[in-house]
């Protein structure tokens, strides 16, 4: 099943899949999209979690024995696989296979990876995972999407900005999506709510255009 970012409120209202993959390289998109994940699943007892990174000699075996063991605090649980290469190799995708071939009822996963290529989507493992749950492919905002994105933004706090406020804001964050995020909680914090190129001026830092030299 496949979801767009901005399906997955809906979904989630509706239904829970056993399996979620997240994909993409745009952190706060990937942050956001897991965290309305983890809210759905908790408020449907789901108390327990479990965080697993995939690197180096990571022992798959260990995985698949904490996936199917009886939890100690609760019993159901959210075990998240964060692979970073974005590949588990021919064993990591044997395991990931054997995982959801009797899935525990009491887990849901959510697998996070990096922007895929075609050869991963191609692969066995991953055609088998995409049948059993939903894959969220989320895409960086390019520059002239940006002031969109943040018109958005700002319209989820009750804020809205004129078009010389959010091309400034935009050039001001220049891409970074954390740090226009970061400077909308700041407007808001100081009780804006119609912003103007003047409020940016005076409130938006350039600081997204140094390096930690600078």
Known sequence: MRLKPEQLAQHLQKELKP???????????????????????????????????V??????????????????????????????????????????????????PDNIVILQLPKMDKSATNSKWFKT?????AFIQHWPIERNQLPSWLANRMRQQGMKADRDALALLADRTDGNLLAGAQEIEKLKMLGLEQIS??????????ASRYDVFA
């Open 129 to 133: 995972l995409d049948q059993i749950g």
């Open 19 to 53: 399996l979620y993959i997240v994909s993409g390289d745009e952190p706060l998109l990937e942050q956001e999209i897991c965290d309305q994940i983890r809210t759905a699943v908790k408020a449907q007892g789901f108390d327990e979690r479990e965080v697993h990174h």
């Open 197 to 206: 190129a003047e409020h940016i001026e005076a409130a938006v830092g350039d």
């Open 55 to 104: 690197e180096g000699n990571f022992k798959w075996g260990e995985l698949l024995e904490a996936a199917n063991a009886l939890s100690l605090f609760s019993s159901r649980k959210l075990i998240e696989i964060r692979i970073v290469s974005g590949k588990p190799g021919d064993q990591g995708g044997k395991a990931l296979i054997e995982l959801f071939a009797n899935p525990n």
